[in-house]
């Protein structure tokens, strides 16, 4: 056993030395997690479009595009979202399985459409005609919340909005209040 082990760092090692003194080129920074969530993202949805028929070129991809996109998507989502006909519809943990369908989380849907955005705008497109910043896309995310929220029992409350005057005051008052020292 220690002599696999000699032969792996032997190997390892030699891998190492053998492409460290390639020409001396520089190794771009890894990318981060959302970079590299962001590039998957945008191949498969390029992907996406090359598979219609007939092919879309990004170039005439519309917010239409988009909604058929996060629609083909559901089949591969992981969320158990309740029909109004199903008995378990509005309980947040049904006590037994049911054949509603699986479909993509509204989270999911919603970062998806941010890194994709993000994306386009990176890739030499317009912000005016960026198909991911559609009115229609926001609606349909709307829509897709209130859904899966009502199907599964879990209410989602609008932060309401301060108001100038009470943010004002709020500043104010933390002003005016002596600050405590740590002992």
């Known amino acids: 056993m220690s002599a696999d082990i000699a032969k792996d760092s032997a190997a390892e090692g030699s891998s190492r030395s053998s492409s460290g003194n390639h020409h001396n080129q520089p190794q771009p920074a890894p990318l981060s997690r959302y970079e590299s969530q962001k590039r998957r993202d945008w191949n498969s949805f390029g992907q996406y479009l090359k598979n219609l028929r007939p092919p879309v070129a990004l170039s005439q991809c519309n917010c239409n595009h988009v909604l058929d996109f996060l629609r083909y ?87 309401k909005k301060k108001k100038k005057s009470q943010i004002k005051a709020n500043v104010d008052e933390v002003k005016s209040s002596p600050k405590q020292q740590a002992s």
């Open 73 to 159: 998507l559901d089949q591969f989502g992981k969320t158990k979202v309740h029909l109004h006909s199903c008995i378990f519809f509005g309980q947040p943990d049904p006590p037994a399985p049911c054949t509603c369908p699986l479909k993509q989380a509204w989270g999911s849907l919603d970062a998806l459409i941010g890194r994709l955005r993000a994306a386009y705008e990176e890739h030499g497109g317009s912000p005016e005609t960026n198909p991911f910043g559609n009115g229609a896309i926001r609606v349909f995310l709307r829509e897709v919340r209130e859904c899966q929220a009502k199907a599964r029992g879990i209410l989602y409350k609008k932060k």
